[in-house]
């Protein structure tokens, strides 16, 4: 299936290899492997991300891929990443500590 970045996505994207080439020539190669890693993901299986997205749009879903989120909706002929985002800050889920099935 097609994927195709929104410009949110786009801009994001180039914020961050920016950001990273201007400190580490690697870890802008890798942040560009990870986006590459996430279209080839979502292209062969685009029902694969969590539907719980930070994304507001029904029937929005997430990609969690190596310390990033990749949020995207899927129409009938492409994927659209709407949003990309660190996830390095992004707090937990709230845990019930009181399960006792641990």
Excluded: C
């Amino acid at each position: 299936m097609k994927v195709t970045l929104s410009g949110n996505a786009r801009a994001y994207i180039k914020q961050e290899t920016q950001y990273l080439r201007d400190r580490s020539a690697s870890g802008a190669a890798a942040f560009r492997e990870i986006v590459l890693d996430a279209r080839a993901i979502l292209a062969r299986h685009p029902d694969s991300g969590l539907t719980q997205s930070a994304i507001t749009l029904v029937g929005a879903r997430r990609l969690v891929l190596r310390g990033y989120h990749f949020d995207y909706d899927v129409t009938d002929d492409a994927v659209v990443i709407l949003a990309v985002r660190s996830s390095v800050n992004t707090p937990s889920p709230d845990l019930d500590d009181t399960d006792d099935d641990a």
